[in-house]
């Protein structure tokens, strides 16, 4: 009661609300830049659980954004360096650490048993197969993305809109951490902001930042946002497959020129040149890239003259360090 005294002092808190964040569980994805602040302050409010899922390890680029390591923490997973520092913060939250990339496959295992998720990812593939589990499940989704000196964080599913709601047409390419840069206090406020979203949404809040968007753009000392409690789902949503899910018959392209084909089967084929695609009669089409936005928008442009199932798959060039891409 002493840790949370000043929690607890908030009438929309109070004790009976601090028992209820203490029995609540959350699913955490990715421990960097957003994931940090996020991880930060849900443990230091109390929360019971974190499952927290990310397949990087800790870099020197990390550590201007990312304070919850340090330089001893370099090389080692970061949801071992978080769950070791958030058990120096507060030992009553456990947290389950898993030191893998989310998928189509494991999403729904990884998200069994959670109140709540917060997406602190950097891919596309990772953000929309979250948001997919979410909608399957039932479950909120907080989703958040930050780069150069602007960021957003959105209240998903629910009963809310999802992420490809919110955002049905991606852009034709993403900038990156590091080709765009990125401010350590606005990923910091984003993800503090992300924070309070999933608190309101346990404690059941009104009203409910569920179905909002709030937007911070610190180069010119702007905040915005908007409600999209009504905005429509995609008719045709591309789902992302894992490579487990992979089917025998699957017609496997390759968008990436810049790296062999990721399977013996798979062949080349430049996404421009993706419109003159001739699939067979019923076999099911699999796009592969980096980080799943080529994969994506070369989709929908095969989408638009086929009407065959299409999936999408996201294969790094190395497994163990995937390119990393700003989410929506």
Not at 14 to 31: C, I, N, P, T
Not at 45 to 71: C, E, F, K, M, W
Not at 176 to 205: E, F, K, N, R
Not at 248 to 273: M, T, Y
């Amino acid at each position: 009661m002493t840790r949370h005294a000043r929690q607890i002092a908030l009438p929309q808190i109070g004790a009976s609300g601090q028992a209820r964040l203490a029995r609540a569980h959350v699913l955490v994805v990715g421990a960097g830049g957003l994931g940090v602040p996020v991880l930060q302050y849900l443990a230091g409010a109390g929360l019971g659980r974190i499952t927290l899922v990310d397949g990087d390890r800790v870099a020197l680029s990390n550590l201007h954004r990312q304070p919850l390591y340090r330089l001893r923490d370099l090389d080692v997973p970061k949801v071992a360096a978080a769950a070791r520092a958030l058990a120096d913060l507060d030992p009553g939250v456990t947290v389950t650490p898993h030191h893998c990339w989310l998928d189509p496959a494991n999403a729904p295992a990884l998200l069994d048993g959670a109140d709540l998720a917060l997406d602190c990812a950097d891919t596309f593939a990772v953000s929309l197969a979250l948001s997919d589990a979410c909608m399957a499940a039932g479950r909120p989704l907080i989703a958040a993305s930050a780069l150069g000196l602007q960021g957003y964080v959105a209240g998903c599913g629910g009963g809310a809109p999802s992420l490809r709601a919110l955002f049905p047409e991606l852009p034709e390419r993403g900038a990156t951490c590091a080709t765009a840069g990125v401010s350590g206090p606005v990923v910091a406020a984003i993800g503090a902001l992300q924070a309070q979203m999933a608190l309101s949404v346990l404690l059941g809040l009104d009203p409910t930042p569920l179905g909002r968007l709030i937007s911070l753009d610190a180069a010119t000392w702007r905040m915005g946002g908007f409600r999209f409690d009504r905005a429509p789902e995609p008719a045709r949503p591309l789902p992302f497959v894992a490579r487990s899910q992979i089917l025998p018959d699957d017609l496997l392209i390759d968008l990436r020129s810049e790296c062999a084909p990721f399977d013996p089967a798979a062949r080349h084929v430049p996404p421009e040149r993706i419109a003159a695609l001739s699939p067979p009669p019923g076999a099911r089409v699999v796009l592969a890239c980096a980080t799943g936005l080529r994969a994506h928008n070369a989709g929908q442009i095969l989408q638009a003259r086929w009407p065959g199932r299409i999936a999408l798959l996201a294969i790094p060039e190395d497994p163990a360090t995937p390119e990393k891409e700003s989410s929506p």
